[in-house]
């Protein structure tokens, strides 16, 4: 597996219980799902996954170390996170190009030949570089994070509710663009949202989250997912 989180525990002030005792997989090439209610604990183990957050207990390994082995700039080249709010995690003062360069400060290569290279990988333009996130579409500035975020070719990408405040059109064009980033890279996904449609259509394995504790697991046999207990099915309508 390329990720594993074992037995991970997490409670924040007054001891109040956030997650219990998680075990969740990704494998090499994979795209997962994680599913549940607001609050259910599905960006906190986004965060404990991306070292944001110390756990309290458990163990997470990544591509065969446990993260806490491995050096944050080491962690970071192979494993990367976009957040829901685009805008947010986009400097406005500085042009795509400057964003896009960033990442890639430490890196031995032609930079702009680089990023030009990956742009229509994307869906994006060189007319794109020289622009400010206020200048971009909602859609635009997700894959201006989802680009910065491929630039460094990680083995996993976390996407944390990407496509929750963009519309069906939009939506659409950005999990194609993931579905076709996991097929010609091989870059695995865990792909966390409430939205069971997309996930559904994304996914081929997903997780369902409630009160933080996982408490079903399903793999897609014949572009169906079979879930075992009441919630799930009732959440899925199955």
């Known amino acids: ?34 599913v549940g209610e607001s609050g259910s604990g ?13 756990t309290e207990s458990g163990c997470i390994v990544f591509d065969g170390l446990p993260i806490t082995k491995r050096s944050k700039k080491e962690f970071y080249k192979k494993c990367q996170i976009i957040f829901q709010n685009a805008s947010s995690a986009l400097n406005p003062s500085w042009t795509v190009r400057e964003i896009l360069m960033e990442p890639l400060r430490s890196q031995k290569m032609d930079r702009e ?3 030009q290279k990956m742009l229509g990988n994307v869906g994006l333009s060189k007319q794109h570089l020289n622009q400010r996130p206020s200048e971009l579409s909602g859609g635009e500035r ?37 579905l076709e980033l996991n097929r010609t890279t091989g870059m ?13 259509y994304l996914c081929n394995r997903i ?11 399903s793999s897609k046999i ?17």
């Open 188 to 200: 695995a996904i865990l792909f966390i949202s409430h939205d069971l449609q997309i996930v559904e």
């Open 1 to 34: 597996m390329l990720l594993t989180v074992s037995d991970v525990s997490k409670s924040y002030r007054k001891g109040q219980p956030v997650l219990h005792n998680i075990d969740v997989t990704v494998g090499a090439e994979e795209i997962v799902g994680l």
């Open 142 to 178: 997700q894959r201006v994070n989802l680009l910065r975020s491929i630039l460094v070719n990680p083995k996993l990408l976390i996407c944390d509710e990407i496509v929750s405040d963009l519309d069906r059109l939009i939506q659409r064009e950005i999990v194609d663009l993931l």
């Open 222 to 238: 014949e572009n169906e997912f079979e879930f075992s207990s009441s919630y799930s099915k009732k959440l899925f309508g199955k």
């Open 113 to 115: 030949q680089h990023i």
């Open 207 to 217: 997780y369902v989250m409630k009160n933080g504790e996982i408490i079903d697991e």
């Open 42 to 54: 599905k960006s906190t183990l986004a965060r404990l996954i991306m070292q944001l957050e110390p």
